[in-house]
């Protein structure tokens, strides 16, 4: 089996670059990841909450396909939802030459946003606890 379809083995990387680093570099998606860009009433204040807790463990890249008309909105929003974010569709801190925009996670509703959000919560709960540690 592939390794990354075993389970635990995507969460256990992510547990091993936050004791290396100290920190988790995530490019969260914009529209219906935390907003509801379909305005169908749905809310996303968990995926919210969840960023909010990492605020001191993260970097967090507003990932979208959103053009530049669209930022000074989004800015606003994570504002007004006291999201610390480095950017929008910018580079990471990590030097990268790739096309890609480099992160430890990408969150995202066409992504397995389940799955990540489950993993994110774990951790920030080990590490809120004193459990997992920066080396």
């Not at 969840?50 to 463990?57: D, G, I, S, V």
């Not at 993260?58 to 979208?64: G, H, L, M, R």
């Amino acid at each position: 089996m592939d390794f990354y379809l075993q389970a635990n083995n995507s969460y256990n990387r992510l547990e091993e670059e936050f004791k290396k680093y100290g920190k988790l570099i995530f490019c969260v998606d914009f529209d219906d990841t935390i907003y509801d860009f379909h305005k169908k009433g749905r809310t996303y204040e968990n995926v919210i909450h969840l960023l909010q807790r990492w605020e001191n463990y993260s970097e967090v890249i507003i990932f979208t396909g959103n053009g530049e008309d669209k930022y000074e909105m989004i800015e606003k929003y994570l504002n007004d939802n006291h999201i610390k974010y480095r950017g929008i569709n910018c580079d990471a801190s990590v030097a990268f030459s790739g096309r890609k925009i480099y992160a430890n996670v990408y969150i995202d509703d066409r992504g397995g946003l389940i799955q990540v959000y489950y993993e994110l919560l774990t951790l920030i709960e080990k590490i809120e606890k004193g459990e997992i540690t920066h080396e």
